[in-house]
């Protein structure tokens, strides 16, 4: 019986060093070495100061500031160690209540705007944690924005315009606003 462990435990010893130890420090290092601010989070800072990452949504509440996707992580939006959807199906009446109150925060933030919600500002992504928008959702708040930050709604306009993304390799997905970055433009406008 013993003839039978030996090899077994000495396989089980040689492929959880290869794969456990080996594999994951050469994928490490080779991430570092080819794709350094990839593998760090794609983070982006200002002054040495870490705001935020293009990966990762962030929590918006101010009315001044474009609102991203809301997010169904727990026990805070946009956790990052805990990445999920709500698993709520449409005719879930938690979900229903959540995008009804949703709506009403839109509706709220920005009284004299009748135009349809756009989709992504009331339902989470699977992941709860995305960081962008589509397109139509940052012109469905433009001109809040604008009015709140005494601006003029071409140039807000023109800063969605440039921070809106194409398509991947130009067909795959769809365009979308990265809004971290969308935010951090508009508070340079200072």
Do not use: C
């Amino acid at each position: 019986m013993i003839n039978h462990f030996k090899p077994a435990l000495l396989m089980l010893l040689v492929w959880t060093l290869i794969t456990g130890v080996f594999y994951p420090v050469l994928v490490t290092q080779l991430g570092q070495l080819l794709f350094p601010r990839q593998a760090n989070g794609s983070l982006i800072e200002k002054d040495g100061k870490v705001l935020g990452s293009e990966l990762i949504g962030q929590p918006f509440g101010d009315p001044r500031y474009f609102w991203g996707r809301p997010s169904a992580t727990a026990p805070h939006a946009y956790n990052a160690g805990a990445s999920s959807g709500s698993n709520q199906g449409p005719t879930n009446p938690a979900l229903l209540a959540a995008i009804k109150s949703r709506v009403q925060a839109l509706r709220n933030a920005d009284p004299g705007n009748t135009a349809p919600v756009p989709v992504d500002l009331v339902t989470a992504s699977g992941s709860g944690l995305d960081p962008h928008i589509s397109p139509a959702a940052a012109a469905y708040q433009a001109a809040r924005v604008a009015r709140l930050r005494n601006l003029s709604l071409p140039v807000v306009e023109d800063l969605v315009k440039r921070y809106t993304e194409g398509r991947q390799f130009g067909f795959l997905g769809e365009p979308r606003v990265s809004v971290l970055k969308l935010n951090l433009a508009l508070d340079a406008l200072r």
